[in-house]
């Protein structure tokens, strides 16, 4: 019976670190929108002696998740067992004043991010169940942001998705810890270093949030007892006053 | 030039005893989806030497809400002033293991109430601004609920789309406070009395919330002078252990 | 039977408004370390017709709380119902490096606040019991801070005292509402304008709470019914982002 | 220069477990009320090839506390640097309603317990900030509780007193943080499998949170790099609706 890591949002920087920690001890499925960020990060697993396969997936459209489905039970078996399932797909990020903002940008905010966490939860979870025997629980991470907190201004769609995204981990939490099924929302409250952000606050010594750490503290998470989950965590570097 | 108040939600219950607080000192423009629940309303109000006016409107469909602006503005003028609009629509609440929900009830929850915010906001904003001299700041209340704050099992639905509407109440607040708008969150917490809850909790008096407690305290953020406005307030029964 | 207010930390600014305001219905019994501070505002208070008593007393103090007490029981006689019971005792602010603070700085903050407001609320609590059918429950209000809900640097100390005083208000909710005693505790987030800090922030209109916004707030609590009771609220002024 | 660990409230139970775990690569010094609690842990911990000085202290007292650091100096030498400090000292538990506790019960609670939290950290943290280029940053880990964010009837003196210390934490986070030194606050939110809680709850499996599975946690905050500390973190078991 196969046990297999997920993550979506497998792109650079946080999911691609969140990917080869897990790549450690699972088979890892990279879940991304784009082939052509998938395919660098599959081949420097698999060339540091991981497993990864990557699959192009909105998993903000049904079936488009459900054609990701078909394909790993037909890689790993229908009983396969999902250890691991990472939900880091990045919610659209725009500052703007609030009656400048269209319906279709609100929306076009909200939907990828609260339609993505359900259908990925959906999907995700009935693999989940039965391994609840595991050495180490089957583990839901969903990546939050400061804006799970706090409403700024002119963020109103990015801070509803991610209050939204919250409200769904604190239930699914709730519902599925007695099954065994340890659920986590760890809030990211910082500039995450990556390619993107290289231009930010170079002043201070690592004042950005190095992905590595971000990924080592899933892991941690994943490792955790069932006598002794964490559901919420928060990660900020030590320069942050917040 | 004329300043009323409007309700989203104007059901009988809460958004009745809402409408009926505002009517002492504004003319109304009463929201809900059928006719049916307006006209009683109306015709009360009425009698009791207000003003109200009632338009059937889905606040979460752009057209319908546009409409009901254009009536509004054909009513009272272009350049009339909302002094209040209070956001009062029910969010689809429904308890449900996690993996028997279908999207479309997932969604079905989510977008009428965050959509709807959404509309409301953007439609009433624009006159709400110049009201910032007004001897009572312009003001916008968010009805919210418990699950604003904690996501239960079975209820990722209802918990994300009232997440959500906080987070909206939070950006606009810090977004309009600066202008002059008051924005306030409301978090009820208990079942509300009305006819609907008749059968509930009949043992403890008063252990069900009056409409008109929550339209009291509504009038009292209304009040509110700019140096001293709440955001967020909570109404709860004396009983409730919460 | 009588049937009163009393006030601690009855000093000018907010103490004297919500003295004021409170004055407008009941007999109001002020408490504040000076005498010099008490008079003029329990002259005020008879001048415009209302009844006040000025005690002065150290509510951290256990023998000068009975004391007063005494007083009061022989003015207005053993039965007497305290209808609001105001704690608005400053706790002593100021910021410093951690590591230069004395213990005696650090508990000459903390137990001026913990152990007033726990002896405020012992020796007012069984003079608000019987109220339970009045009018306007018995309402036992604390004056809360920012630094309630979050701990800055260099200011444990300060935010130690507001967040015990917070729990203590969430305590005695959760076992006195029941009972029919309204508990709040109110977040005041901001400025207050007062004599003091005359010097501050004059540039934007209003950017300062008024006592009288602040006061009128605390009596809306106070006039809450019991379904409807509010425990926690912030005020602040428009201007703030926070 | 010795780097060693200092862990108060190193009693039976999650303070032994922590002891254990930070003994696998510092020598630790472990601080208790009774000699009777610390001889055991130190023998275990020596027979397991760690090291270990057990020193009877009341951290509440500030000359016991400097008489323990005297003793800790003259062993690890003046320039030692504590890579790790563990607050984890017990607050009195006991659930009274309000008016039958004495001041002496109320400040009993609530004394030991911010008191201690401020003799503690005064004590470590000059001893940490140089140890901020070690591999792991010097971490000063606070152990809280459910009460620490919500106020339970019967229960004020230990909700204030688990609100003061997280208040501390908070300050201290922020101050000590841009400095290097990584402060954290975990909310243990259940009971503790200890043989004091043999009685509890026996019915469902892992109900009860392992200390072994907090000590994990505690170790891994302490691993984490200055790019990415955790602040605030829970812990409770599976079955825990919360």
Same mark, same amino acid.
Not at 17 to 46: C, G, M, W
Not at 157 to 169: C, D, L, P, Q, V
């Given at each position: ?57 909105? %998993? +903000? $459209?049904?079936? *488009? #998740?459900?054609?990701? &489905? !078909? /394909?790993?039970?037909?890689? @790993? ?11 880091? %797909? +990045? $919610?659209?990020? *725009? #500052?703007?004043?609030? &009656? !400048? /903002?269209?319906?279709?940008? @609100? ?21 989940? &169940? ?113």
């Amino acid at each position: 019976m196969s046990k297999i890591a997920i993550i979506a949002g497998a792109g650079p920087g946080t999911g691609a670190a969140i990917a080869r920690r897990f790549a450690q001890v699972y088979p890892v499925i990279l879940l991304s929108r784009s082939e052509h960020t998938l395919n660098p990060l599959v081949k420097d697993i698999k060339h540091n002696g991981g497993s990864a396969v990557g699959i192009p997936t909105d %998993v +903000a $459209s049904i079936p *488009s #998740m459900d054609s990701t &489905l !078909e /394909q790993i039970k037909s890689n @790993f078996g229908p009983d396969l067992t999902i250890a691991a399932a990472i939900f880091n %797909v +990045a $919610s659209k990020f *725009s #500052m703007k004043p609030f &009656l !400048e /903002q269209s319906p279709e940008q @609100f929306f076009g905010s909200i939907e990828p991010a609260v339609m993505g966490a359900f259908n990925f939860a959906q999907a995700t979870l009935p693999f989940m &169940l039965h391994g609840n025997k595991d050495r180490y629980s089957p583990t839901l991470i969903f990546t939050g942001a400061t804006a799970a907190l706090k409403g700024s201004s002119g963020l109103s769609a990015f801070a509803a998705s991610k209050f939204g995204t919250r409200a769904m981990a604190q239930s699914l939490a709730r519902e599925f810890g007695p099954k065994g099924v340890h659920v986590s929302h760890a809030i990211i409250d910082g500039i995450i270093n990556t390619e993107m952000t290289k231009g930010f606050g170079q002043d201070i010594p690592d004042a950005k949030i190095e992905p590595q750490g971000i990924a080592d503290t899933y892991w941690h998470l994943h490792t955790q007892p069932r006598s002794a989950f964490t559901h919420e965590i928060d990660i900020r570097p030590y320069s942050e006053k917040w």
